[in-house]
Nanobody, 124 residues
Framework: QVQLVESGGGLVQAGGSLRLSCAAS????????MGWFRQAPGKEREFVAT????????NYADSVKGRFTISRDNAKKTVYLQMNSLKPEDTAVYYC?????????????????WGQGTQVTVSS
């Protein structure tokens, strides 16, 4: 099993920044991709960003491209999501997920392991 623990959520004004962290533990050998997803009240969960532990270019949703940056620290088994220029529509519970597949995926169906989520609220 793989355990994922998110942190860093909170309340911020529009235009502000937050950095989310996701620490992985357990049987992480073989995990290829790490993703961030979010779910706003009354909406379906949506893809935000994904990155591989092995390197290569990350992948972003169009709605966050240029504002959010996903990065990783392999030694710490931690993935980060730096969120800048936040907007009220970014308000959601943000989830970290891990995937054993061989390529990065934007589909939540591809991810086997999920964290408990962290709330991000952006006020206008």
């Amino acid at each position: 099993q793989v355990q994922l623990v998110e942190s860093g959520g909170g309340l911020v004004q529009a235009g502000g920044s937050l950095r989310l962290s996701c620490a992985a533990s357990g049987r992480t050998l073989g995990i290829y991709g790490m993703g961030w997803f979010r779910q706003a009240p009354g909406k379906e969960r949506e893809f935000v960003a994904t990155i591989s532990w092995a390197g290569g270019s990350p992948n972003y949703a169009d709605s966050v491209k240029g504002r959010f940056t996903i990065s990783r620290d392999n030694a710490k088994k931690t993935v980060y999501l730096q969120m800048n220029s936040l907007k009220p529509e970014d308000t959601a519970v943000y989830y970290c997920a891990a995937d054993r597949g061989l390529k990065l995926s934007r589909s939540d169906q591809a991810y086997e392991y999920w964290g408990q989520g962290t709330q991000v609220t952006v006020s206008s």
